[in-house]
């Protein structure tokens, strides 16, 4: 059994990461503005003033999209571009821009992916306090349906949220990205349900604005959980540790999508935080809960588990062995049947279709001497992911669409323009696109629906 007939074969971005054009045409500072410019808090003072220049060269993109093949394109709306302060008067240059964007993309027969908040968060709204503060929920709602009534006629796929736990864990908690706070673990729990309680509010707002479908992007990181062999007790081991929320940061899947999915959080997870866990006021979980059309979700890598002595889970050491490969991102070892078992575990407790949003290799890419770029590490790595993927199809897992991070090299957040995830190489000093290797693999898994893996 190959892929299903209708799944999407895509390439994601994100606004912050590829734009540029950070002062233009009434563009607003965000927080990654704010946290770039900030002495070390990216890699030798990179920022995204400029990054791929996509603000300008947009069709040069879509028209190197379109010779890929690719049937979708995922990418983000800069809320600061279109709404400067977050809320109130809307920018209409910035509103033009998307207008454009979309309008190249449906010439070139790619369906826009739409993702509305992909960390960018305006600095205005920051500065009244962001997701610590309830009036997020209306704040985004507001956006939301203003996004639905513009391109509504256009966009028939939403995404409200992307990696809520970056943005509250390593944004909030940790202080690692924008806008670089370190607050208590109660305070992160209270900005997550505002979180939560906007994507609700904001799906409410697309439902009334537009036909289509609806999504959050949610992420494990290196949580996913792999069984070390598959017999029954360390697939049910590896299962119980990746929908387990007792751990005091951010990144417990089931925290974010059990109240989306079943309208209330997982009973371990309240019962380890106890008295940190915020007050939920009526009606909340209600508004949480507002029904999505398909799972989304970012996977790149993760560990092996197993049922211990005790029966307990325990990961494997050294999950993949000593020296195992890795990208030039330490998180991002090679783990190949990550795509498989995330698909299988989420699509049975969700019952939902699932596509991955997210999915990509960072690589020490250059222009070779012949003037192409070959990266045979990266066309390796979706090889074996990819297989992995097939045979989710194979046995019948509901699965929707795969969308590679990222279609070109761009701003990695605090890692700058250090790490490279692109199927196109770009040279950041004169803006030069040079598909590489992978682009052209890629292209052929597209042509054949993934019969040529």
């Known amino acids: 059994m190959s892929f299903p007939q209708d799944f999407t074969w895509g390439v994601a971005a994100a606004a912050y990461q590829i734009e540029g054009a950070a002062r233009e045409d009434g563009r607003a500072p965000s927080i990654w503005d704010m946290h770039s410019h900030a002495p070390g808090r990216v890699f030798e003072g990179h920022t995204g003033d400029v990054a791929c220049d996509h603000y300008h060269r947009y069709k040069e993109d879509v028209a190197l999209m379109r010779n890929l093949g690719t049937k979708a394109y995922r990418l983000s709306i800069a809320w600061p571009r279109v709404i400067p302060q977050g809320t109130g008067k809307p920018n209409a240059k910035g509103l033009a821009f998307y207008d454009k964007l979309f309008d190249e993309l449906l010439a070139a027969n790619i369906t826009p992916w739409v993702t509305l908040f992909h960390w960018?968060?305006?600095?205005?709204?920051?500065?009244?306090?962001?997701?610590?503060?309830?009036?997020?929920?209306?704040?985004?709602?507001?956006?939301?349906?203003?996004?639905?009534?513009?391109?509504?006629?256009?966009?028939?796929?939403?995404?409200?949220?992307?990696?809520?736990?970056?943005?509250?864990?390593?944004?909030?908690?940790?202080?690692?990205?924008?806008p670089g706070y370190k607050l208590t673990h109660a305070e992160c729990l209270l900005a997550a349900h505002h979180l939560l309680l906007a994507h609700g509010r904001g799906v409410q707002a697309l439902r009334a604005g537009i036909k289509g479908k609806i999504k959050v992007t949610l992420a494990h990181t290196a949580r996913e959980r792999i069984p070390a062999t598959e017999t029954k007790a360390d697939i049910e081991a590896a299962r119980r540790d990746y929908f387990a929320s007792t751990l005091r940061d951010m990144w417990n899947l089931s925290w974010?999508?059990?109240?989306?999915?079943?309208?209330?959080?997982?009973?371990?997870?309240?019962?380890?935080?106890?008295?940190?866990?915020?007050?939920?006021?009526?009606?909340?979980?209600?508004?949480?809960?507002?029904?999505?059309?398909?799972?989304?979700?970012?996977?790149?890598?993760?560990?092996?588990?197993?049922?211990?002595?005790?029966?307990?889970?325990?990961?494997?050491?050294?999950?993949?062995?000593?020296?195992?490969?890795?990208?030039?991102?330490?998180?991002?070892?090679?783990?190949?049947?990550?795509?498989?078992?995330?698909?299988?575990?989420?699509?049975?407790?969700?019952?939902?279709?699932?596509?991955?949003?997210?999915?990509?290799?960072?690589?020490?890419?250059?222009?070779?001497?012949?003037?192409?770029?070959?990266?045979?590490?990266?066309?390796?790595?979706?090889?074996?992911?990819?297989?992995?993927?097939?045979?989710?199809?194979?046995?019948?897992?509901?699965l929707a669409g795969y969308f590679y991070w990222s279609v070109m090299d761009n701003f990695e957040w605090c890692e700058g323009y250090k790490d490279r995830f692109g199927l196109i190489h770009v040279d950041y000093q004169t803006q030069k696109r040079t598909p590489k290797d992978s682009y052209y693999w890629y292209r052929d898994v597209i042509r054949t629906n993934g019969a040529a893996l």
């Open 120 to 178: 960018d968060l305006p600095l205005a709204l920051q500065r009244r306090g962001g997701f610590s503060n309830r009036d997020m929920v209306e704040w985004f709602g507001d956006y939301a349906a203003l996004m639905a009534e513009r391109y509504g006629d256009r966009v028939k796929n939403w995404i409200t949220f992307n990696e809520p736990p970056c943005t509250v864990g390593l944004g909030l908690l940790d202080g690692v990205f924008a």
């Open 256 to 398: 974010w999508a059990d109240p989306i999915m079943f309208g209330k959080y997982p009973e371990d997870g309240l019962k380890a935080f106890g008295a940190e866990v915020p007050e939920i006021r009526t009606g909340d979980m209600k508004l949480i809960s507002q029904k999505i059309d398909l799972l989304c979700y970012n996977c790149y890598t993760g560990n092996r588990y197993q049922a211990g002595a005790n029966g307990q889970p325990e990961k494997v050491p050294h999950s993949w062995g000593i020296g195992n490969p890795r990208g030039t991102l330490n998180w991002l070892q090679i783990a190949p049947p990550a795509l498989y078992w995330a698909a299988k575990f989420q699509t049975e407790r969700y019952k939902l279709p699932i596509v991955f949003s997210e999915n990509g290799f960072c690589n020490t890419d250059f222009v070779h001497l012949d003037g192409k770029v070959h990266d045979p590490q990266r066309i390796d790595f979706l090889a074996r992911y990819l297989g992995g993927l097939k045979r989710a199809a194979s046995e019948g897992i509901p």
